[in-house]
């Protein structure tokens, strides 16, 4: 079984459309086909996956709507990027630099990887119960 479009309204919190062959550009113009102008025109946020021909499709018929990823997709991309920089840091390290996963500090969005000394980790465990 091929997966086919589910088209929600977020507001009402129920499914309107069910379509499509597949998930292609062309079955996803198929929504547009059935709400016609008039009601395609309404439409302001469009929330997908991070699908091209999801993209693609909304753009033409509904310029005005603004396109929103959805969370589950943004970050998974994100944890890819993250893990791809944190493996690229930890093999420049040398091997004295090195140490084991639970003794490093973990790269952060907001933080840069280095790796912490027992000391710095010491200083600041015992700062943070003053």
């Known amino acids: 079984m091929r997966a086919r479009a589910r088209v929600s309204d977020l507001i009402r919190g129920r499914p309107i459309w069910f379509g499509g062959e597949d998930r292609s550009e062309a079955s996803m113009g198929g929504l547009y086909a059935w709400l016609g102008e008039r009601k395609s025109s309404r439409i302001r946020l469009a929330v997908m996956d991070m699908w091209k021909p999801f993209r693609l499709a909304t753009q033409a018929p509904v310029p005005q709507a603004a396109i929103l990823f959805d969370k589950f997709h943004i970050m998974r ?6 893990d791809t920089v944190r493996k690229r840091e930890y093999a420049r390290l040398s091997a004295r630099d090195r140490r084991p996963q639970s003794q490093r500090r973990r790269l952060s969005i907001a933080g840069v990887y280095r790796p912490v000394s027992q000391s710095v980790l010491a200083s600041h465990y015992s700062n943070r119960a003053n």
């Open 77 to 82: 991309h994100l944890g890819e990027a993250l």
